[in-house]
Each structure stands twice: as C-alpha cells, then as structure tokens.
C-alpha cells in the first residue's frame, strides 16, 4: 500500500552496523534488512604468530589503541583458538575490554599491545641456571650500532628507547639480558616505524 510506514523495532540496544534496506525494493520474509551490534559486546581478534602464542596467557592485560587519535583501552585476553593458521601461522586471542571503549566499530581496526616478553631460562658454562627475558625479532633494531627496543610508557600511545643488551638472537626471538624486564609492553611491528621517528627528532 502506497504511503504506509512500518517501524521496526530491534531486540538489542546497539547500533546499525549493516543496512541492506533499499527504497522501494520488495522485502520478503526472512530477508535481513538491519545487522544492529552492540558495542559494549564487541571483542578484538589479535592474531599472533605461532612462535610468540605460549608466551600469551588468558586473563593477561592488554591495551587497544587507536592508529588514529592515539586514545588507548584496556583489555584483557579471554579467549584462544590454540591453533595455528595454516596460511598466516598465527594463533588467534579473543580480547575484551575492561570498560566501555568508545569508538570500537565492527570490522574496525586497532593496534594491540600485549605483555609478550617471557622468562627463559639458559645455564650459564658455570652450571648456574639464569633468567633473561625473551623478545620478538622484530622488536629490536639497531641505532648507531646499539641494539634497542622502544617500550610503551604511562602515556598513551607514546615510546620511550631503551638500550638492550642481547645473549643472542634466534629467528624469530632474542634473548635479552638488559635493558627490559618481565611484563614490559614493547612495539613489535611497529619498531621501524618507532626508530625513524626518533632519528627525525634527533636531527631537529
């Protein structure tokens, strides 16, 4: 019938991620016109690659930042797919936050920081067993010659350089015997970045 409004109602409280509604188009039964999400109920997928995935526990802390105005949420890991991707060779970690993280879209992206440095144990030639701390490759790169990592501050979405002293580097990891401790947040894939950054400012 011509001029005739319906209201629909939605069973949640949340907003319209997808609308597949089009003026004047026939709608059957059945047919999906809305997708509404929550987004109190929204959870990050942080995909990691396999050799660092034993080093995340669930209930670890997590914080989500956002690339574009650096406003950062806590998180906690919750849950695991504890298996591997075949293709991406990285595990899944399903993350939720600890409060309402405003400006969390479906499909959106963030940056995830994790607590990813873990103990190691390496007996020493004097039988003395040692704990260093065990990194990504990719978080350590080189200044001046000076191996270095850039570890997370009390500011949101700032970096402070730190000097490392290294054991040795693996293919994907490096053992550390200074410069970091347990439980410190470090930039992984975002190092290089964080070092051309900081050779600017030294030139400024």
């Known amino acids: ?45 942080a995909d990691v690659p396999e050799s660092l995935a034993d080093a995340i526990h669930l209930g670890v802390a997590g914080q989500l930042r956002f690339p574009t105005t650096g406003r950062v949420c806590a998180s906690e890991v919750v849950a695991s797919t504890r298996s591997v991707d075949p293709i991406k060779r990285t595990v899944s970690f399903r993350l939720q936050p600890q409060d309402p993280c405003q400006g ?27 704990t260093y701390v065990v990194v990504p490759r990719s978080a350590v790169v080189e200044i001046d ?9 009390e500011s949101p979405g700032k970096f402070a350089l ?15 015997e200074t410069g970091l401790v347990k439980g410190d947040l470090i930039a992984v894939s975002g190092a290089l970045l964080l070092k051309g950054e900081w050779l600017r400012s030294r030139l400024e």
């Open 145 to 153: 010659g000076v191996p270095v990592a850039f570890k997370a501050t």
């Open 1 to 45: 019938m011509r001029g005739t409004t319906v209201t629909l109602k939605s069973p949640i409280t949340g907003v319209v991620a997808t609308s597949h509604a089009q003026i004047g188009a026939q709608v059957d039964a059945g047919t999906i016109l809305f997708k509404i999400v929550d987004p109190t109920k929204l959870n990050i997928r």
């Open 162 to 176: 730190t000097t490392l002293t290294i054991i040795r580097h693996g293919d994907t990891t490096s053992i550390i």
């Open 104 to 130: 969390l879209l479906e499909g959106g992206f963030v940056d995830v920081q994790l607590p990813l440095a873990s103990a190691s144990s390496i007996v020493s030639d004097a039988g003395a067993a040692q």
